[in-house]
């Protein structure tokens, strides 16, 4: 059985932390690298919640994407948020580790499961780590021509379910060709689409201000997903990459609990 310190090891090869922005907390959060591994789940949100569902099922380490800490903290007691969610996990035996923008420019990273699950082909980062690299920000690629109506659907079709949908911004006949992706919260990259050839570009958490002043240039056309839905895509890679990997010494689940903050529309 593989220790922590093994499946660490492995997922910071795919994932190296030394890839990660800077000030980005990613990498082991808690855990003893010499426990034994036999059980990892896989999840965006290092919520409390996740963390019991994690414990329940019996796992001994907890991947997430989103870091636990962040932000600084005074505290890590258990009357805190995040000292609940530590808590629950260290109490139950099972360890943490993050893999956040490290994990987005990866190659079978974030942007490019997104972009895989919506079946885009020939794929090249929006903006590349170096010259004529695999890994970089976000990423390009085509589809079978289709209207901006048809590949929303088609989204909608690939990604979890979530109160906030797919937002459109476009004329839903444009004829869609090239398609542009950023999981996460994407509009850092808008200056550089405005005048690219592609015809749409999916991201999260698209401002209102962003929005309107880059359709004013006539450019690509938009779509709006939830993060939480975008970034839930890249969960079953790191799955089968365990599987691939380390084939029936570890099992694997995937948390389909939706952490995304909104839960309704009306």
């Known amino acids: 059985m593989p220790s922590l310190a093994d499946v660490v090891d492995l997922l910071h090869t795919w994932y190296p932390p ?29 919520t409390v919640e996740v963390a019991r569902e994690a414990v329940e099922w019996g796992a001994d380490l907890l991947v997430v994407h989103h870091p636990l800490f962040l932000t600084p903290v005074s505290s890590v007691a258990a009357t805190t948020p995040k000292g609940r969610t530590l808590h629950t996990l260290t109490s139950g035996g099972c360890a943490l580790l993050t893999a956040h923008t490290n994990a987005d420019q990866a190659e079978s990273g974030v942007s490019e499961a997104l972009a895989l699950a919506l079946g885009l082909r020939d794929l090249a980062p929006i903006r590349p780590a170096s010259a004529g690299a695999a890994t970089g920000t976000g990423r390009a690629g085509t ?31 444009r004829v869609v060709r090239r398609v542009a992706v950023c999981g996460g919260a994407g509009d850092f990259l808008l200056d550089e689409l405005v005048g690219s050839d592609v015809d749409v570009y999916l991201t999260s958490d698209l401002r209102h201000h962003r929005a309107g002043e880059f359709l004013e240039h006539g450019g690509p056309a938009l779509v709006d997903v939830a993060h939480w839905a975008a970034e839930w895509t890249w969960l079953p890679v790191v799955e089968a990459r365990l599987h691939e990997a380390m084939g029936d010494r570890v099992g694997t689940r995937v948390s389909t609990q939706c952490t995304d903050p909104w839960s309704s529309r009306y």
């Open 18 to 46: 030394g890839t990660a922005l800077d000030g980005d907390a990613v990498g082991l959060v808690a855990g003893e690298p010499s426990a034994e591994v036999s059980k990892v789940m896989l999840a965006v949100d290092p």
């Open 143 to 173: 589809v079978e021509p289709t209207t901006l109506a048809g590949f929303a659907q088609r989204v909608a079709s690939a990604l979890p379910a979530t109160a906030h949908g797919v937002r459109v911004a476009g004329d839903p006949d």
